[in-house]
Every structure is written in C-alpha cells, then in structure tokens.
C-alpha cells in the first residue's frame, strides 16, 4: 500500500498522475500558491465545496474565475483571497441583505 511505502499511516497520501507529472499529495498539507492556475475541481477539493457552491461563489462576485474554453480557471490568490477577512464581511452583508429581503417577503405574504 502505498501508505506503508511512504511511511505515516496516519496521513493520507493521494498519488496525483498528469501528462509527464507524478506528484504525491499529502492531503493534509496542501499548499496554494498565490501564481498556480487551479480548475474547478482542484478548486472544489482545495476548499471541500460542492460545485453548486462554487458556481455561487463566483455568480456572486465573491470568487473571481475565468472561463477558458468552457471551463473555469482561477488563479491561487483568488482562492487564498477567501480567507481574508474583507471577504468574511462581503458575505456577511450579503447574508444580511437577503435575509432582510426574505422578512419582507414575510411581511407582505402573512
């Protein structure tokens, strides 16, 4: 197994195979560098959402990507940008303006 060739049997080791590149991932320690370009799915798994939730993200501004060929690229700092405390309170106002919108609603219906 290769957890037993690696060493730790407590860590989980994924094996990571792209065109001319073999890369051993501990999934504990994943690094994201600021200049890397990361697709959706490296995208998802880096921040353990699904992809309904990452279309949100980025339909809402709140994580920039761009589309190259019918898929979505986004840049490291992007996803680093997420834990910066200015986007906390972005989604907090957010959340703030529907819910405010939503007991409106309320209002008017009962």
């Known amino acids: ?3 037993d060739q690696l ?7 994924h094996l990571l195979t792209l065109p001319g590149l073999c890369i051993i991932l501990n ?3 994943i ?11 490296e995208t998802l798994s880096l ?3 699904s992809k309904s939730t ?7 501004g709140i994580l920039s990507a761009s589309k190259i060929g019918g898929q979505y690229r986004i840049l490291g700092r992007e996803i680093l940008e997420l834990f910066n405390p ?3 309170q972005t989604a907090i106002k957010a959340y703030d ?14």
Do not use: H, P
């Open 97 to 110: 303006k529907v819910s405010a919108k939503v007991k409106d609603r309320l209002k008017e219906v009962g």
């Open 7 to 13: 060493g730790s049997n407590d860590t989980i080791w």
């Open 47 to 49: 921040l353990k959402i």
């Open 54 to 60: 990452f279309l949100r993200l980025v339909k809402k």
């Open 1 to 3: 197994m290769l957890n």
């Open 86 to 88: 200015r986007v906390r």
């Open 27 to 29: 999934c504990m320690e």
């Open 31 to 41: 690094e994201v560098r600021a200049n890397s370009i990361y697709t959706t799915q």
